[in-house]
């Protein structure tokens, strides 16, 4: 081997020492390719491989020798993770190794004390742990100190980037990672970490933007999986349950135990008894049912007499409550089942993990990775159970009511990663005007007076805001000056407003998401509850155990005016995290029309399936992507995600008066249903295909003039008009959505 690759020599004293006192043979292969990429150029570096393959030490060891000899005078290395508690956790592993560099680590997110902060104020250097809120604050209030804190900075590492790429507060780092660049004068080398990257080469893109330098992405051959994976299904309905079956050998039907005790939820009964007397993390795909299982799980625990080991994690938690259980899933000799959201998704080390269970399907192949990622260290395989609970719907219901979407999307995540090693890519936004606004004011802020020039400049120079014109920039100025988020000064320079100084008083400016629950929902004159985000006029959400059609929007006293509705849907809220992927919906439809027995599924799961598969070919909705249910109503199977089904659901709705459709319902993106009264499948899809053909779809068009699409924080704050374009442009898919029209109206011929 050359000299120069012989990475291991180049490592300094400690580190081979700490290599040899942890007994490791050799390097692993992400390691060596890390110390190369860093020891031998300058560019910046994608790191992606599998959860626990070493991606910290493949970032550390070579970074912390480049800088033994030569240490800045400055904050070193910046570290910047989504995540408090990952900030906590990340350098646990190798904390000796760090005491022995002498180099000093810091904390800094808003759970630090500020006497912790003040020492690294008084002599930055070493490393430097934050969020991009505590980062923004900087920027903010410490804007004349951002060159002797950061001055010599060397290297900045993003850690799980696939939670960030294609999001606001992803492109919110870049945008301070150049600012920070412009201030100090030149760019550090960018280090992004995550086990699940879709598309590394715009996972590079997205890392690299503005820094000037190519960037490295490591490659290896994907590895041989190695799981324990179980998909069991129940009805809701099923109220008797055998508490002497497992979970890894349940009987299709439950039955009463010996001791004659029946429960009312078999399903949830079966995840009791999955994770009892194991270290287990439980995950949910929203904060609502995480409190609902803990509360499920301790009531079942008390029914038997059993011990409460219950702990529950998510972000709206005290940092008290995150941080009791993140100790305990760390105790080896600690016996505790965690319930979590996505808090406990990402990178924290939590040791041995017996085994992770889903309470119904992940959104995405991303998610589902990095859950059953959480298990299987130290040697051991990881091991996941998902379990299924479903309605069982009447005889007469509707035909796509008696699909299990669920159970079939996570077969068809399971198979995508399996037989394509598929993950989804991150959405590049084009037009984020909320983070526009954000920065906007916090450059304003942090510069002072700025003549309007200078100012659009600034902004829209940074790589995330360069997709928005400089007529639009306009319009949003303008909109902010009549706002008095910014003012004109008698020498015709914008400073920041007595509105924008109000955003900026609070510590929740400098979060680019909504982490609060500021939105009241209201049914005529009675108070529903309050969610997050809000969606757009006509989209459905799920509170209180019902359905809800958003009637009409009132920002400013952020309330929001519904109507009850029939149906079912998921607890999931409104955003990008729920977004599908297309490729999971054709693969659901495949799992339908084959007669593949996938080895995972428990007896019940393989039951529900072959109900569904006896359904789907006896309905003809294998052939035909539209069903007569009788009479004058219909439903389409578009097999299409999120965004795409979105924008043929507007194009039909466009064209609805021309053929009498009326009553247009719809649930996620499985299936849309409606009246048609003017014609049939066929002559409607021949009608699209050709307003497809003559005009193609015009996203624009498809958003109502009234529409007022918030989604994002501030785009209350954003002219409605920016907001339409925006939606238009970053929510509507026209490509998929126009070829999907084309192949329905084939199906004909």
Not at 358 to 384: D, K
Not at 553 to 570: Q, T
Request: proline residues 5%.
């Amino acid at each position: 081997m050359p000299a120069e690759d012989n990475v291991f020599e180049r490592f300094s004293p400690f580190i081979r020492e700490y290599i040899y006192q942890h007994s490791w043979e050799s390097l692993r292969p992400i390691q060596t390719f890390a110390a190369k990429s860093l020891f031998n150029t300058e560019n910046n570096l994608l790191l992606t491989s599998s959860t626990a393959s070493g991606k910290t030490e493949a970032a550390f060891f070579p970074i912390l020798s480049l800088l033994e000899n030569n240490l800045p005078n400055s904050v070193a290395v910046l570290y910047i993770a989504p995540l408090k508690s990952l900030i906590n956790d990340q350098f646990g592993r190798i904390e000796e190794l760090l005491d022995l560099t002498g180099i000093p680590v810091t904390h800094w997110h808003g759970d630090v004390t500020q006497s912790h902060k003040k020492k690294m104020l008084e002599e930055p250097r070493g490393i430097l742990q934050i969020t991009p809120e505590s980062l923004e604050s900087m920027l903010v209030n410490r804007s004349n100190d951002i060159v002797r804190i950061f001055g010599d900075l060397r290297f900045v590492v993003i850690d799980e980037i696939h939670t960030l790429t294609g999001s606001d507060r992803g492109n919110q780092i870049i945008c301070q990672l150049c600012r920070i660049g412009r201030l100090i004068g030149h760019h550090p080398r960018r280090i992004g970490l995550s086990a699940t990257v879709g598309d590394p080469e715009l996972g590079a893109a997205w890392l690299s933007a503005g820094s000037g330098r190519e960037t490295d992405i490591s490659r290896f051959p994907p590895e041989k999986l190695r799981w324990r994976l179980g998909l069991e299904h129940f009805y809701v309905q099923d109220n008797r349950y055998d508490q002497s079956a497992t979970a890894e050998n349940l009987p299709v039907t439950p039955e009463t135990s010996a001791e004659g005790y029946a429960v009312l939820d078999a399903g949830y009964e079966y995840m009791y008894d999955c994770v009892k007397d194991k270290k287990a993390l439980v995950f949910s795909n929203s904060r609502e049912e995480t409190e609902y299982i803990t509360a499920t799980f301790r009531q079942i625990a008390k029914k038997r007499g059993d011990k409460d080991i219950f702990l529950i994690h998510h972000g709206n938690l005290s940092a008290s409550i995150r941080e009791e259980a993140e100790y305990k899933m760390k105790d080896d000799d600690v016996n505790a089942v965690t319930c979590a959201t996505v808090t406990m998704e990402l990178g924290i080390d939590i040791g041995r993990l017996e085994r992770v269970l889903q309470n119904g399907s992940p959104n995405s192949v991303t998610s589902f990775l990095q859950r059953l990622g959480r298990s299987g260290r130290r040697g051991q395989p990881p091991e996941m159970m998902m379990v299924f609970r479903e309605e069982n719907a009447l005889p007469n219901s509707p035909l796509p009511q008696l699909i299990p979407w669920e159970l079939l999307r996570a077969i068809a995540i399971v198979q995508l990663y399996i037989e394509e090693r598929f993950i989804e890519p991150p959405h590049v936004k084009t037009m984020p005007f909320s983070l526009a606004f954000h920065q906007t004011l916090s450059i304003a802020a942090s510069s002072g007076e700025l003549r309007p020039s200078e100012l659009a400049q600034r902004v829209l120079s940074l790589p995330p805001l360069s997709g928005i014109s400089r007529e639009d920039y306009k319009t949003l100025i303008v909109s902010m000056l009549e706002n008095d988020y910014l003012e004109m000064t008698d020498e015709k320079e914008i400073i920041v407003g007595l509105s924008g100084e109000k955003l900026l008083s609070s510590f929740k400016f400098y979060a680019v998401f909504k982490d609060s629950e500021d939105f009241t929902v209201r049914c005529g004159s009675d108070e529903i509850g309050t969610i997050t985000t809000p969606p757009p006029v006509g989209d459905r959400f799920a509170l209180a155990g019902r359905v809800w059609e958003v009637e009409e929007l009132d920002i400013p006293r952020k309330l929001i005016y519904v109507k009850s509705v029939d149906g079912k849907m998921e607890i999931s809220w409104p955003g990008d995290y729920g977004e599908i992927h297309t490729k999971i919906l054709k693969r659901m439809y495949q799992v339908l029309g084959e007669d593949t027995v996938y080895p995972y599924l428990k007896p019940n799961a393989v039951h529900r399936l072959e109900i569904a598969r006896h359904l789907a070919r006896n309905t003809g909705m294998l052939e035909h992507s539209m069903i007569h249910l009788g009479g004058y109503s219909w439903c389409l199977f578009p097999w299409l995600g999120t965004r795409s089904f979105r924008t043929l659901r507007k194009f039909i709705a466009k064209h609805a008066s021309e053929y009498r459709i009326s009553g247009l319902e719809y649930e996620g993106c499985c299936y849309m249903t409606f009246k048609m009264e003017g014609c049939d499948d066929r002559q409607l899809f021949e009608g699209l295909a050709g307003y497809a053909e003559r005009e193609g779809i015009n996203c624009e068009s498809l958003v109502l003039p009234g529409e007022n699409p918030v989604f994002e924080k501030y785009d209350d704050k954003v002219p409605p008009s920016l907001l339409r374009k925006a939606y238009a442009a970053d929510k509507l898919t026209p490509d998929e959505a126009g070829a999907r029209i084309f192949e329905i109206r084939n199906e004909y011929n």
